[in-house]
């Protein structure tokens, strides 16, 4: 039941419920007329007898989405970017904006509201959720419609669990979401393929960007192959590659977070207090691993590649460290996605003749054709 009391020039309505915990506890609500106590009484009385009494809260959306994460990556077995990808939405794109707001208190348009100072907001404005000062160039590239609707989506499925565990009634999140950005992604043609390899002298761009024209391969893909991967003799002599695992350099406070299950290796540090490490996981998905058929000129390249790890292992035995990859600096350390990724970008640099994509562009150029 509820009450309704007088208390000055006010009305208070008065109710007894249980908490999440089974514990009873008793709460007052205010209002300034007769009328809106009675509207308020008889709601409560219904909600109470029908079952579908919202027990208060004051959670905000920061501490439920802080919750929500770390039980999502259990549940799911997120992989370590999945992980920091979310992270990265909520810290600084959402916490922000409504993280001190209460869960119970957001309504459809706060929700709203969020999207269009996120649609000026610049990329890389909050970093581990600090504001950052940016420079006037900087500023003037802002989030996209894709990262918009990323938003959309982790707010889209962490209220639904909201009203799940009983912290909202109803999702206050809108049914239309923001739309994507559509980009037409630039690619190479043969003939500028074959002319751009042509053209790269250093010979771990040249291997990682030759494997990529001919296996559409992605960047920690490429990073990610060993020797053991390379078969010269299948397919009648033709020569096949296997791909199934992919390099990446992650957050170590991700590590802390993730199911170590699809870590297949953790490199160690090369540099004392790094707060990253880099490491070898499954690929992305099953339909990911797949075996490749080499062209001849790929095949003597990778034999040619092989002699040259020996020779220089052969230098300096004692000094060089194996890191058992099929891309190794003359040292024998692993070479990371990002070398690949910054050697590509020097070379386009030196050779603007070349239509400039991203490296990913070698992936679709060989999808292409």
């Given at each position: 039941?509820?009450?309704?009391?007088?208390?000055?020039?006010?009305?208070?309505?008065?109710?007894?419920?249980?908490?999440?915990?089974?514990?009873?506890?008793?709460?007052?609500?205010?209002?300034?007329?007769?009328?809106?106590?009675?509207?308020?009484?008889?709601?409560?009385?219904?909600?109470?007898?029908?079952?579908?009494?919202?027990?208060?809260?004051?959670?905000?959306?920061?501490?439920?989405?802080?919750?929500?994460?770390?039980?999502?990556?259990?549940?799911?077995?997120?992989?370590?970017?999945?992980?920091?990808?979310?992270?990265?939405?909520?810290?600084?794109?959402?916490?922000?904006?409504?993280?001190?707001?209460?869960?119970?208190?957001?309504?459809?348009?706060?929700?709203?509201?969020?999207?269009?100072?996120?649609?000026?907001t610049p990329c890389g404005q909050y970093?581990?959720?600090?504001?950052?000062?940016?420079?006037?160039?900087?500023?003037?590239?802002?989030?996209?419609?894709?990262?918009?609707?990323?938003?959309?989506?982790?707010?889209?499925?962490?209220?639904?669990?909201?009203?799940?565990?009983?912290?909202?009634?109803?999702?206050?999140?809108?049914?239309?979401?923001?739309?994507?950005?559509?980009?037409?992604?630039?690619?190479?043609?043969?003939?500028?393929?074959?002319?751009?390899?042509?053209?790269?002298?250093?010979?771990?761009?040249?291997?990682?960007?030759?494997?990529?024209?001919?296996?559409?391969?992605?960047?920690?893909?490429?990073?990610?192959?060993?020797?053991?991967?390379?078969?010269?003799?299948?397919?009648?002599?033709?020569?096949?590659?296997?791909?199934?695992?992919?390099?990446?350099?992650?957050?170590?406070?991700?590590?802390?977070?993730?199911?170590?299950?699809?870590?297949?290796?953790?490199?160690?540090?090369?540099?004392?207090?790094?707060?990253?490490?880099?490491?070898?996981?499954?690929?992305?998905?099953?339909?990911?691993?797949?075996?490749?058929?080499m062209t001849a000129a790929l095949r003597?390249?990778?034999?040619?590649?092989?002699?040259?790890?020996?020779?220089?292992?052969?230098?300096?035995?004692?000094?060089?460290?194996?890191?058992?990859?099929?891309?190794?600096?003359?040292?024998?350390?692993?070479?990371?996605?990002?070398?690949?990724?910054?050697?590509?970008?020097?070379?386009?640099?030196?050779?603007?003749?070349?239509?400039?994509?991203?490296?990913?562009?070698?992936?679709?150029?060989s999808a292409t054709y």
């Amino acid at each position: 039941m509820a009450y309704i009391t007088k208390r000055g020039s006010s009305y208070s309505v008065r109710y007894t419920y249980q908490d999440e915990h089974g514990k009873s506890c008793d709460k007052w609500e205010r209002f300034p007329t007769k009328e809106e106590a009675v509207k308020r009484q008889k709601q409560i009385e219904h909600e109470l007898a029908t079952g579908n009494f919202l027990i208060p809260s004051t959670v905000t959306v920061a501490e439920f989405l802080m919750d929500w994460l770390p039980k999502q990556c259990s549940k799911h077995k997120w992989a370590p970017k999945t992980y920091q990808s979310n992270l990265a939405l909520i810290q600084n794109l959402i916490i922000p904006y409504i993280g001190e707001m209460q869960m119970q208190k957001l309504r459809p348009y706060h929700i709203e509201a969020l999207y269009d100072p996120l649609s000026k907001t610049p990329c890389g404005q909050y970093v581990g959720g600090k504001r950052r000062d940016l420079s006037p160039k900087q500023q003037k590239r802002t989030l996209s419609g894709t990262t918009l609707h990323e938003v959309h989506q982790l707010l889209h499925n962490s209220f639904l669990l909201a009203v799940e565990w009983g912290i909202l009634i109803k999702s206050p999140v809108p049914v239309e979401a923001p739309k994507k950005t559509t980009q037409e992604r630039s690619i190479w043609e043969v003939e500028e393929m074959r002319a751009a390899l042509d053209s790269m002298e250093d010979p771990i761009l040249h291997l990682a960007v030759h494997l990529t024209l001919v296996g559409a391969l992605r960047e920690g893909e490429v990073a990610g192959l060993t020797p053991e991967d390379i078969d010269f003799d299948a397919a009648n002599g033709m020569g096949t590659f296997t791909v199934n695992r992919s390099m990446q350099r992650v957050q170590k406070d991700t590590l802390a977070q993730v199911d170590k299950g699809c870590i297949l290796r953790i490199f160690p540090d090369k540099l004392e207090g790094s707060k990253t490490s880099l490491i070898l996981k499954g690929t992305k998905t099953e339909a990911s691993c797949r075996t490749i058929f080499m062209t001849a000129a790929l095949r003597e390249e990778l034999k040619q590649w092989l002699e040259r790890l020996k020779q220089e292992e052969a230098l300096d035995p004692e000094r060089y460290r194996n890191s058992g990859m099929l891309l190794r600096l003359p040292n024998g350390l692993a070479v990371e996605p990002v070398l690949i990724r910054k050697k590509f970008l020097k070379w386009q640099d030196a050779h603007p003749e070349f239509p400039r994509i991203v490296f990913h562009g070698l992936r679709h150029s060989s999808a292409t054709y």
